[in-house]
């Protein structure tokens, strides 16, 4: 019998991780002999729902279970959740959730909403209610949303992997100690394979987060053996505790679909078709802000600070400019509605100039108005016409059409980054694996001291 369970919500603002629980439960339940049949899955849910904690993921894991093996796995996934799980500090409000055999139509409806509006509480029981599914929840219940979610998302489409690597307790809130020219060149050699390691344009790591949580690195990568090899060039100055391989969303616009709204509404992603309606404006902090005349009336749409270059090109977009933006549509008070670009296609630049007076054909100063339908004068040699007339002088745009996107250091986790246009993906069908246990090292590497669920697709590489 499959099993499904999801966990979401267990980590706060002062520490934790919901997928260092999932790495602990893969290696539990691995012990216990159980086979999984999907890698453990990280999904990243709409990115603009106000009350998430950093990037709205949660995680599904997959496995074949007999009916008294399915007690134990509910009785462990608890106690895991339980100890590891930041439960009682505020905005942590765990859950998880078991459901056998196939996720139902109903479920994997529910986590298309998820990804692209709020899904209520209330909803996420009724669907659980309806396909006979199980949770455990802890505090408010909000963590049912999100682990429903994961449940219902089997990654059927486009999707990426991602190799955290974990931390030692005792390292945990220190700097975290990854030799940067090996990251670099790391980047170099498995670019475009893997994905938003390095941003070069600001110098700056990507793979590193900054918070308490145990997080060492997280790289992500088209297959599983991309991220694994990047893994090895990777020179570490702190001892890894554990690492796992994750099938997820990550980097491939999950929340931009056909089927995104295409008028913003509230704290959901939104794609627009519009034409610019006035010159940007730029405001102090660097955010540059611009206003779009689409078939929903006006729009205001805000490029920031960090999104760097991103935010010059929209900088530099003038009236009359056709473009389609993709972002997350934000309210706040006595604002109009804005949205956060996320995303920017140009499809056609306006003829930017500007209308000069003539130059005067005896000495070629620039002649002035003699006076409404009088012609023009010029104020060196006294020459007067009355039959020229204002030319229109052409400016470069210094733009192209094209699609655009914020330096790397801004990606969401579901932007899909240029590099990724265009690839083939590969695996994304038909793929199966095997956790084949603690320590298995199929490069004879030396990793083996380390604790790592090594997986694989099918059809070999
Ligand atoms: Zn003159």
């Given at each position: 019998m499959r099993l499904h369970i999801g966990i979401d919500d267990t980590d706060s603002a002062k520490g934790g991780c919901t997928t260092y629980i999932a790495a602990l439960l893969v290696e539990k339940l691995s012990r216990m002999r159980l086979r999984f049949i999907d890698y453990p899955n990280i999904i990243r849910l709409n990115p603009n729902v106000p009350y998430k904690t950093r990037g709205n993921a949660a995680v599904a894991l997959r496995l074949e279970a007999s009916e008294s093996e399915y007690v134990k796995v509910r009785e462990v996934s608890i106690q895991t959740v339980e100890e590891y799980g930041r439960i009682g500090e505020e905005g942590t409000d765990p859950a998880i959730v078991f459901l056998?055999?196939?996720?139902?139509?109903?479920?994997?409806?529910?986590?298309?909403?998820?990804?692209?509006?709020?899904?209520?509480?209330?909803?996420?029981?009724?669907?659980?209610?309806?396909?006979?599914?199980?949770?455990?929840?802890?505090?408010?219940?909000?963590?049912?949303?999100?682990?429903?979610?994961?449940?219902?998302?089997?990654?059927?489409?486009?999707?990426?992997?991602?190799?955290?690597?974990?931390?030692?307790?005792r390292n945990l809130g220190k700097p975290r100690r990854v030799d940067e020219e090996s990251i670099i060149r790391m980047d170099r050699l498995t670019s475009p394979s893997t994905f938003n390691n390095y941003d070069p344009l600001n110098k700056r790591i990507l793979i590193k987060p900054h918070g308490p949580d145990p997080v060492l690195i997280g790289l992500r990568g088209e297959t599983p053996r991309a991220v694994y090899r990047a893994f090895r060039l990777l020179r570490f100055r702190e001892a890894i505790e554990r690492w796992v391989i994750f099938r997820t969303n990550h980097g491939t616009d999950a929340h931009f679909r056909p089927t995104t709204q295409r008028t913003p509404h509230a704290n959901s992603p939104v794609v627009l078709k519009?034409?610019?309606h006035k010159m940007p404006t730029r405001i102090s902090g660097g955010h540059v802000f611009c206003e779009l005349e689409t078939s929903s009336g006006t729009v205001q749409c805000a490029a920031f600070e960090p999104t760097g270059k991103f935010k010059e090109v929209v900088a530099r977009l003038i009236p009359g400019d056709h473009v389609t933006v993709f972002g997350g549509a934000k309210q706040h008070d006595q604002l109009p509605m804005t949205v956060n670009l996320e995303k920017l296609i140009i499809e056609h630049l306006s003829e930017d100039g500007v209308a000069l007076n003539p130059r005067c054909p005896r000495c070629d100063k620039r002649m002035k108005s003699a006076g409404r339908g009088q012609g023009f004068r010029c104020p060196r040699c006294g020459y007067l016409s009355s039959k020229t007339s204002k030319r229109f002088v052409k400016r470069e745009r210094n733009l192209l059409p094209g699609l655009y996107v914020p330096d790397k250091k801004a990606?969401?986790?579901?932007?899909?980054?240029?590099?990724?246009?265009?690839?083939?993906?590969?695996?994304?069908?038909?793929?199966?694996?095997?956790?084949?246990?603690?320590?298995?090292?199929?490069?004879?590497?030396?990793?083996?001291?380390?604790?790592?669920?090594?997986?694989?697709?099918?059809?070999?590489?």
């Open positions: 056998r055999g196939k996720p139902p139509s109903a479920v994997a409806r529910l986590s298309r909403k998820a990804l692209t509006e709020i899904v209520s509480v209330h909803d996420a029981i009724v669907t659980l209610r309806n396909v006979s599914g199980s949770a455990v929840f802890y505090g408010s219940g909000l963590g049912l949303v999100g682990s429903l979610a994961a449940v219902g998302n089997t990654l059927e489409g486009d999707h990426t992997y991602e190799l955290i690597a974990y931390r030692r307790p519009g034409v610019v990606h969401r986790h579901l932007t899909k980054p240029l590099s990724r246009y265009g690839l083939k993906r590969g695996g994304g069908t038909g793929i199966y694996l095997r956790a084949l246990g603690i320590g298995l090292d199929p490069y004879g590497s030396g990793l083996s001291k380390q604790r790592g669920y090594w997986t694989f697709t099918a059809g070999g590489w």
